[in-house]
T-cell receptor
Framework: AQSVAQPEDQVNVAEGNPLTVKCTYS??????LFWYVQYPNRGLQFLLK??????LVKGSYGFEAEFNKSQTSFHLKKPSALVSDSALYFC???????????FGTGTKLQVIP | GAGVSQSPRYKVAKRGQDVALRCDPI?????LFWYQQALGQGPEFLTY????????KSGLPSDRFFAERPEGSVSTLKIQRTQQEDSAVYLC??????????????FGQGTRLTVV
């Protein structure tokens, strides 16, 4: 079985400061890892993915994520937070060749002006 | 179309009523997924189509839930005899490729179902 854990329900960060949203995963085999963002009354939007290759993945809106196999983590990061980054962030995992995506419970990011 | 379109955006159903939720995926997308998102939770997988074939329906919570995609494009999720625990946002997503799950999915805005 595959699973994803997002240990923080909410993360608060001041505008301009770096942000980190944590994610750990559990799969058998090699994982495909994703981050999605959800704004109020909007569908989920794809931010970035890790399939293979470089452990540091760059995505939309200046976000990046670091894949760490030994720690089974895929934390989302951004060097300088914007107020407009405030939203709900979901980490997701797909294992192997299977299409079923398992999402975490989400982390609410609040960027304070 | 430009994105995944779902209708209706909001649906209020009386307990016991049947409902049908529609998803128009991005044109040409082979894979289509349905997810259920309860309040304060992450999306939970319901079912997956590759073209018209329903390859995985392991996430459907009961036999009251039924999904179809007869021509490999538009999909309908039907819930019979709705119960209050069915209240959730139902998300549809599509992706271009088939097979390996390494392709990002594009999500619709969802249908918020409230059963009263």
């Amino acid at each position: 079985a595959q699973s994803v854990a997002q240990p923080e329900d909410q993360v608060n960060v001041a505008e301009g400061n770096p942000l980190t949203v944590k994610c750990t995963y559990s799969v058998s085999g090699n994982p495909y890892l994703f981050w999605y963002v959800q704004y109020p009354n909007r569908g989920l939007q794809f931010l970035l993915k890790y399939i293979t290759g470089d452990n540091l993945v760059k995505g939309s809106y200046g976000f990046e994520a670091e894949f760490n196999k030994s720690q089974t983590s895929f934390h989302l990061k951004k060097p300088s937070a914007l107020v407009s980054d405030s939203a709900l962030y979901f980490c997701a995992v797909v294992s192997g060749g299977y299409q079923k995506v398992t999402f975490g419970t989400g982390t609410k990011l609040q960027v304070i002006p | 179309g430009a994105g995944v379109s779902q209708s209706p955006r909001y649906k209020v159903a009386k307990r016991g009523q049947d409902v049908a939720l529609r998803c128009d995926p991005i044109s040409g997308h082979v894979s289509l997924f349905w997810y259920q998102q309860a309040l304060g939770q992450g999306p939970e997988f319901l079912t997956y189509f590759q073209n018209e074939a329903q390859l995985d329906k392991s996430g459907l919570p009961s036999d009251r839930f039924f999904a179809e995609r007869p021509e490999g494009s538009v999909s309908t999720l039907k819930i019979q005899r709705t119960q209050q625990e069915d209240s959730a946002v139902y998300l549809c997503a599509s992706s271009l490729r088939q097979g390996r799950g390494n392709t990002e999915a594009f999500f619709g805005q969802g249908t918020r179902l409230t059963v009263v």
